[in-house]
């Protein structure tokens, strides 16, 4: 970003939806504070004028996207299939009226699928949305300039996993939220299955906690590798060390995660295994305590209708919350969710799998992006 | 070493007087009418009986010696402890006095005494080279207790004795001898035989939180099930043993074991070649010795050793008497079960993950790469009073 960009938030502000702009940016300062507290910004935040759905600018729809993968076919309005089928009704308070991509034939397809207008370029959305989700894994790597604009605009904004590829930028991002008062979500979309909050309840049951084994139906450690999440969302951020034993985290023909939860006064620490099974079983965990046992698992789905529903739409109905104003989760977990991943990353390649110290990352440090060339550097200038 | 009946005449003695047990009743032949048996016992040496050994706590002693009724009734094995021998020599008398056997003043003195040789010891591992040479030497059959040695040089010291003199050698551990073993290494044939592929591997270990005496029974019990194609090994834990020692800093309160296999083959089943990581948790007190999840292309495959209720003697029958059986089947018919070289690589595959944990921070560490000369520490080194070697 140049460093003479001078923001002006109300050159964007539309007359249209002023009152939610406004509120946005007054509710900043105690939005920054109330943030890390994981408190909703305000009751006022779901306002907004006249009877439409909430705006929402859909960023990185192209390859490898959630948007062009089940968002779309979650949200389509008329019904209009944008991966496999739609599920032919409005679910959610959500309409995408924008679309970015770095690809433009790609942004306008999946504009026209659902009846948004692309924008040129990447902060192009500023002033005419509630709310933007990055959809996409390989513009990761940029999120941190790609979500600037928004942020310190006051929009509310989803990151895509894995947030962040270095502490730097996620840090960045943190900030700048925090500045602003911005509300932000940063969430793994098994974080959201019910098997998380089943699984929390059913193991206070078990005993002293002995150790969990998990899989993932996965081939690579960045964007499909999603059980560190989901277990942090089981048994807290507490994580001490991480391993990750792999060929390749971006392509790996074996790939292996083992997470150290430093457990508390009434629980000795203990190893959750994360391991890639690119076959059968979305995820599958198993939690053994001094007293029994308890799984979980949960198959590939037989119909595209169930796994939408199932699947992608809980994290989607957290994403229309945080949307409305309400965070998700204080800003420190999404930064020590990133850092552990970051953590894990950093074994595998800097240490051949050893384990790693969860704080010991150097803050420049940066993991090895699936798609380098992804984002040619000339798209991130604004203007 | 003694001459012993023809096994197939013994065979034969024991079912014939089996059918005639089946047609008859305990009043027509009572107990003092019963027929000798004329079979005659092997003639078996202990070294190590003492703290960490097998010979004590009643696990494997009284199923060769069946002098603790309450533990273990009835004579099971062609084996009968005749001598024994322990660094302390009150220990060595106690047992003697227990299970009815002599014991020694020396190590090497039970070399023209014994058929068989059972080092059972742990502690006593760092010294196996010196302890087992005379009988190796003597090519009296050894059982060697794991984890066999804490050197390639030392594993290979003994190898090459017990090759020089066509001495059979035995290095195994219960875990290699369950039956969940021995299911699961069959299943693992049948996958290949159906062209499934393994995925990735996890694992559980009754470990008392220590590697080289319980840690390795979980490595024993993944390799007899997954084979020795191991490209690469790491011990990622706190710690490798339970206690603080000289030669333990930091005891161990969390660990895993993970092996990075080539692939694996089994012959006549088939052969994958992509490589897959098995990775085992070195647990406490979970309710099991060992356990095993297979994920393969088709689903995934559990087994399980739950730890055995209920009568103590269904405990050492089903889970420590498999490799006293072990051991007499080698001594017996002469043919080693697992060869030289197997017992080379497991060890190698052993010190890889020491060395991993000890100077490489648990990061994966090539088997080949393992020097020969690198020494991994034993948990007490002064266990041993060298003074006898003199």
Same mark, same amino acid.
């Given at each position: 970003?140049?460093?003479?960009?001078?923001?002006?938030?109300?050159d964007?502000?539309?007359?249209?939806?002023?009152?939610?702009?406004m509120?946005?940016k007054?509710s900043?300062?105690?939005?920054?504070?109330? %943030?890390?507290?994981?408190?909703?910004?305000?009751?006022?935040?779901?306002?907004?004028?006249?009877?439409?759905?909430?705006?929402?600018?859909? %960023?990185?729809v192209?390859?490898?996207?959630f948007?062009?993968?089940?968002?779309?076919?979650?949200?389509?309005?008329?019904?209009?299939? /944008?991966?496999?089928? $739609?599920?032919?009704?409005?679910l959610l308070?959500?309409?995408i009226?924008?679309?970015?991509?770095?690809?433009?034939?790609?942004?306008?397809?999946?504009?026209?699928?659902?009846?948004?207008?692309?924008?040129?370029?990447?902060?192009?959305?500023?002033?005419?949305?509630?709310? /933007?989700?990055?959809?996409?894994?390989?513009e990761v790597?940029?999120?941190?300039? %790609? $979500?600037?604009?928004?942020?310190?605009?006051?929009?509310?904004?989803?990151?895509?996993?894995?947030?962040a590829?270095?502490?730097?930028?996620?840090?960045?991002?943190?900030?700048?939220?925090?500045? #602003?008062?911005?509300?932000?979500m940063?969430?793994?979309?098994?974080? #959201?299955?019910?098997?998380?909050?089943?699984?929390?309840?059913?193991?206070?049951?078990i005993?002293?906690?002995?150790?969990?084994?998990?899989?993932?139906?996965? #081939?690579?450690?960045? $964007?499909?590798f999603?059980?560190?999440?989901?277990?942090?969302?089981?048994?807290?951020?507490?994580?001490?060390?991480v391993?990750?034993?792999?060929?390749?985290?971006?392509?790996?023909?074996?790939?292996?995660g083992?997470?150290?939860f430093?457990?508390?006064?009434?629980?000795?620490?203990?190893?959750?295994?994360?391991?890639m099974?690119?076959?059968?079983?979305?995820?599958?965990m198993?939690?053994?305590?001094s007293?029994?046992?308890?799984?979980?698992?949960?198959?590939?789905?037989?119909?595209?209708?169930?796994?939408?529903?199932?699947? #992608?739409?809980?994290?989607?109905?957290?994403?229309?919350?945080?949307?409305?104003?309400?965070?998700?989760?204080?800003?420190?977990?999404?930064?020590?969710?990133?850092?552990i991943?970051?953590?894990?990353f950093?074994?595998?390649?800097?240490?051949?799998?050893?384990p790693?110290?969860?704080?010991?990352?150097?803050?420049?440090?940066? $993991? /090895?992006?699936?798609?380098?060339d992804?984002?040619?550097?000339? %798209?991130?200038?604004?203007? | 070493?003694?001459?012993?009946?023809?096994?197939?005449?013994?065979?034969?003695?024991?079912?014939?007087?089996?059918?005639?047990? =089946?047609?008859?009743?305990?009043?027509?032949?009572?107990? @003092?009418?019963?027929k000798?048996?004329?079979?005659?016992?092997?003639?078996?040496?202990?070294?190590?009986?003492g703290?960490? &050994?097998h010979?004590?706590?009643?696990i494997?002693?009284?199923?060769?010696?069946?002098e603790?009724?309450?533990?273990?009734?009835?004579? &099971?094995?062609?084996?009968?402890?005749?001598?024994?021998?322990?660094?302390?020599?009150?220990?060595?008398?106690?047992?003697?006095?227990?299970?009815?056997?002599?014991?020694?003043?020396?190590?090497?003195?039970?070399?023209?005494?014994?058929?068989?040789?059972?080092?059972?010891g742990?502690?006593?591992c760092?010294?196996?080279p010196?302890? =087992?040479?005379?009988?190796?030497?003597? +090519?009296?059959?050894?059982?060697?207790?794991?984890?066999?040695?804490?050197?390639m040089?030392?594993?290979? @010291?003994?190898?090459?004795?017990?090759?020089?003199?066509?001495?059979?050698?035995l290095?195994t551990?219960e875990?290699?001898?369950?039956?969940?073993?021995?299911?699961?290494?069959?299943?693992?044939?049948?996958?290949?035989?159906?062209?499934?592929?393994?995925?990735g591997?996890?694992?559980?270990?009754s470990?008392?939180?220590?590697?080289?005496?319980?840690?390795?029974h979980?490595?024993?019990?993944?390799?007899?099930?997954?084979?020795?194609?191991?490209?690469?090994? @790491?011990?990622?834990?706190?710690?490798?043993?339970?206690?603080?020692?000289? @030669?333990?800093?930091?005891?161990?309160?969390?660990? =895993?074991?993970?092996?990075?296999?080539?692939?694996?083959?089994?012959?006549?089943?088939?052969?994958?070649?992509k490589?897959f990581?098995? =990775?085992?948790q070195?647990?406490?007190?979970?309710g099991?010795?060992?356990?095993?999840?297979?994920?393969?292309?088709?689903?995934?495959?559990?087994?399980?050793?739950?730890?055995?209720? +209920?009568?103590?003697?269904?405990?050492?029958?089903?889970?420590f008497?498999?490799?006293?059986y072990?051991m007499?089947?080698?001594?017996?018919? +002469?043919?080693?079960q697992? &060869?030289?070289?197997?017992?080379?690589?497991?060890?190698?595959?052993?010190?890889? +993950?020491?060395?991993?944990?000890?100077?490489?921070?648990?990061?994966?560490?090539?088997?080949?790469d393992l020097?020969?000369?690198?020494?991994?520490?034993?948990?007490?080194?002064?266990?041993?009073?060298?003074?006898?070697?003199?």
């Amino acid at each position: 970003m140049p460093d003479d960009y001078q923001h002006d938030p109300h050159d964007i502000v539309s007359s249209h939806n002023r009152h939610r702009r406004m509120f946005l940016k007054t509710s900043a300062l105690a939005g920054a504070l109330a %943030l890390n507290n994981g408190l909703a910004a305000s009751p006022e935040a779901s306002e907004r004028s006249g009877n439409s759905k909430l705006r929402i600018g859909a %960023l990185c729809v192209g390859d490898f996207s959630f948007w062009s993968y089940s968002w779309g076919d979650i949200l389509s309005p008329r019904g209009v299939a /944008v991966n496999r089928e $739609a599920l032919g009704t409005g679910l959610l308070d959500m309409e995408i009226t924008h679309v970015w991509d770095v690809d433009k034939a790609k942004a306008r397809e999946f504009a026209d699928k659902v009846g948004a207008e692309p924008v040129d370029r990447y902060d192009g959305m500023v002033g005419k949305v509630d709310g /933007v989700a990055f959809g996409g894994f390989y513009e990761v790597p940029w999120q941190h300039i %790609l $979500a600037r604009p928004y942020i310190e605009a006051g929009i509310p904004t989803y990151l895509s996993r894995p947030f962040a590829y270095s502490l730097r930028d996620i840090e960045d991002i943190l900030d700048c939220a925090a500045k #602003h008062g911005t509300p932000i979500m940063a969430t793994d979309i098994y974080e #959201h299955l019910y098997g998380v909050t089943t699984l929390k309840k059913r193991i206070r049951t078990i005993g002293e906690i002995q150790c969990v084994h998990s899989t993932c139906l996965t #081939h690579e450690y960045a $964007a499909l590798f999603h059980t560190p999440y989901m277990l942090q969302a089981i048994f807290g951020h507490d994580v001490g060390k991480v391993a990750v034993v792999t060929d390749d985290p971006n392509s790996s023909t074996y790939l292996m995660g083992t997470y150290l939860f430093n457990g508390d006064p009434e629980q000795k620490p203990f190893l959750c295994t994360s391991t890639m099974t690119p076959d059968g079983d979305l995820y599958s965990m198993d939690v053994t305590g001094s007293e029994g046992i308890e799984s979980s698992r949960l198959p590939q789905f037989a119909e595209w209708r169930d796994d939408l529903l199932v699947h #992608h739409t809980p994290m989607l109905v957290a994403m229309q919350k945080t949307f409305e104003g309400t965070m998700y989760e204080p800003l420190d977990n999404i930064r020590k969710k990133n850092e552990i991943f970051l953590t894990g990353f950093y074994s595998a390649v800097e240490r051949s799998g050893a384990p790693v110290d969860v704080g010991t990352v150097p803050p420049d440090w940066r $993991a /090895v992006p699936a798609r380098p060339d992804w984002i040619d550097p000339a %798209l991130l200038k604004r203007q | 070493m003694p001459t012993h009946p023809n096994r197939r005449d013994f065979i034969a003695a024991a079912a014939a007087t089996g059918t005639a047990a =089946t047609v008859s009743t305990a009043e027509e032949h009572p107990r @003092s009418n019963r027929k000798t048996p004329t079979v005659e016992l092997l003639s078996v040496g202990v070294v190590a009986v003492g703290a960490g &050994s097998h010979m004590n706590y009643s696990i494997w002693a009284p199923t060769i010696n069946p002098e603790e009724p309450d533990v273990w009734p009835i004579r &099971s094995t062609r084996m009968k402890i005749t001598h024994c021998w322990d660094r302390d020599p009150e220990t060595a008398r106690e047992f003697a006095r227990k299970y009815k056997c002599e014991a020694v003043a020396n190590y090497y003195d039970m070399v023209d005494k014994v058929d068989a040789m059972i080092f059972a010891g742990f502690y006593e591992c760092a010294w196996w080279p010196k302890l =087992t040479k005379p009988y190796l030497e003597a +090519g009296i059959p050894c059982h060697i207790n794991r984890p066999f040695a804490y050197s390639m040089e030392d594993a290979r @010291s003994m190898i090459e004795t017990a090759k020089k003199h066509n001495t059979l050698i035995l290095c195994t551990d219960e875990r290699e001898y369950i039956k969940e073993a021995h299911v699961a290494r069959w299943k693992v044939g049948e996958l290949l035989k159906e062209g499934k592929q393994i995925l990735g591997v996890t694992s559980d270990n009754s470990a008392g939180y220590e590697y080289p005496a319980h840690g390795v029974h979980g490595l024993y019990f993944m390799l007899a099930i997954l084979g020795l194609d191991v490209a690469e090994a @790491s011990l990622q834990a706190d710690g490798w043993w339970n206690q603080k020692t000289i @030669s333990s800093p930091n005891p161990m309160t969390w660990g =895993t074991l993970n092996l990075r296999f080539n692939g694996i083959e089994i012959e006549g089943s088939g052969k994958q070649t992509k490589p897959f990581v098995a =990775t085992q948790q070195q647990l406490s007190g979970y309710g099991a010795n060992a356990g095993m999840r297979i994920y393969h292309t088709g689903g995934w495959w559990d087994i399980m050793n739950h730890w055995t209720r +209920g009568e103590r003697l269904n405990r050492l029958y089903y889970l420590f008497f498999p490799t006293v059986y072990a051991m007499q089947r080698m001594f017996e018919t +002469g043919e080693m079960q697992w &060869s030289y070289d197997y017992i080379l690589k497991k060890t190698r595959i052993f010190l890889t +993950g020491f060395k991993s944990h000890l100077e490489h921070n648990g990061a994966m560490v090539r088997v080949d790469d393992l020097p020969e000369d690198w020494k991994a520490p034993c948990p007490h080194p002064d266990w041993i009073d060298e003074s006898i070697f003199n």
